[in-house]
Every structure is written in structure tokens, then in C-alpha cells.
């Protein structure tokens, strides 16, 4: 465990379904982020939230909402979402001028039928 | 053209060889990480560095700032260092969005 956990590890929803993923640390850091991987591609960030405060919003679709309600918790809600949106879903976290950088969770695969 | 490149995409190596995997950038920095990624996803952070050279164990990272340019070395690789190593950089030390490379695919056999 890296000090990052998110859950559910594996989720398969259909095109109508409203589903969230849940992103939890508790290392004291101040920034959270969503970063979205599809296959052959980079890594792209979603959304930071600095401080409870969504910082970015990387031009992501509304189908997409994130929430961060305190510090520690970040989730991101899912409604309507489209077969192309099947990815690796990574949250990270990380405090300013940490030796440390960020810390990855092991993300949620997602797969949209 | 992407932000980051990395070489090589893929690599393969025989256990106990010395691998190299470089990365270029194109933007200006604050910091660069080099990060690794196991089949199941999940991502570690192996270094953050700004400047000069940081070895962890049997990793070395090392940046040139003028050049933009970056490699991670792994000396007496062994199977367990397959994964995909994935470079990326931060234009603000540490909370700011990460631009990734595409990653470099590495496979090292017994």
C-alpha cells in the first residue's frame, strides 16, 4: 500500500449507470488529483484540488464530476459515460516541497459496456 | 510532438545487464520525476529531482537542466525490475499537474 487507496479496484457499468470512485490518504497532503490513462496513451490529468479547492479542470467532459470534501478524501462521479471512456482511473496526492513528491494509488480499471 | 519523450519505448534486458532509459523535455521545469508502473497499474514515484543526480539502492536518476534532459539507470537489472518507467515533469515544485512521457516498457529475462 502506498499510502494511497482508492476503491473499487475493478468496475464494469454500462452506459446508463451512475457510479463513483473513492480516493482516500492519509498523509497529510494538500493537493489530490485525478489522472486518467487509456491504453498507448499518457497519463492525462482530469481535475487537482488544492486545498478542498478544484484548482484544474482539464477540459473533461461533465459526465465527469469530482468531489473533494475534506483533504483527504477525493471522489470522482461517473453518470452517462461512453465505451471510450474505459481507462486506468489513478489518484494521487502530494504536499508542496515534499522530498517526497507525489504518491500514486494502484487506480481503478474501469470498463464501460 | 509531445512535451516528453522518452527512449527507448520498449526494452528488453538479460538479468545482470545495466540499462539505461532516457527522457527529453521541451517546457521549463521546476521538477522531474521518474515514475514506475507494475502490470496492475499501480504507480510508484522513484525520484523527484531538480538538479544533479539521486541514487536509491540500484537506481540512479540524473538531470541535466540545460539540456532537458533526463536518465534513470538501473545497474545489475534483475526480472523484477519489469514494469513500464514512466518520465514527467512539474512546472511547480511538486503540486502542479504532471506532463507524462508515453513510458518505456522494459523486460528483463533470467
Known amino acids: 500500500e502506498t499510502g494511497v487507496t482508492q476503491t473499487p479496484r475493478h468496475l464494469v457499468m454500462g452506459m446508463t449507470n451512475k457510479k463513483s470512485l473513492k480516493c482516500e490518504q492519509h498523509l497529510g497532503h494538500n493537493a489530490m488529483y485525478w489522472y486518467k490513462q487509456s491504453a498507448k496513451k499518457p497519463l492525462e490529468l482530469m481535475f487537482v484540488y488544492n486545498f478542498k479547492e478544484q484548482t484544474e479542470n482539464n477540459s473533461v467532459p461533465s459526465r465527469f464530476s469530482p468531489e473533494c470534501p475534506n483533504s483527504s478524501h477525493l471522489f470522482l462521479h461517473l453518470h452517462t459515460l461512453q465505451p471510450e471512456d474505459s481507462a486506468l482511473y489513478l489518484c494521487?496526492?502530494?504536499?508542496?516541497?515534499?522530498?517526497?513528491?507525489?504518491?500514486f494509488g494502484s487506480g481503478t480499471r474501469l470498463t464501460v459496456v | 510532438k509531445n512535451e516528453v519523450e522518452q527512449s527507448p519505448q520498449n526494452l528488453t534486458a538479460q538479468e545482470g545487464e545495466f540499462i539505461t532509459i532516457n527522457c527529453s523535455y521541451s517546457?521549463?521545469?521546476?521538477?522531474l520525476h521518474w515514475l514506475q508502473q507494475h502490470p496492475g497499474g499501480g504507480i510508484v514515484s522513484l525520484f523527484m529531482?531538480?538538479?544533479g543526480k539521486k541514487k536509491h539502492g540500484r537506481l540512479i536518476a540524473t538531470i541535466n537542466i540545460q539540456e532537458k534532459h533526463s536518465s534513470l539507470h538501473i545497474t545489475a537489472s534483475h526480472p523484477r525490475d519489469s514494469a513500464v518507467y514512466i518520465c514527467?515533469?512539474?512546472?511547480?515544485?511538486?503540486?502542479?499537474?504532471?506532463?507524462f512521457g508515453t513510458g518505456t516498457r522494459l523486460q528483463v529475462f533470467p
Open positions: 529531482l531538480s538538479s
Open positions: 517546457v521549463g521545469i521546476s521538477a
Open positions: 514527467a515533469v512539474s512546472r511547480s515544485y511538486n503540486t502542479d499537474k504532471l506532463i
Open positions: 494521487a496526492s502530494s504536499q508542496e516541497d515534499s522530498y517526497y513528491g507525489y504518491t
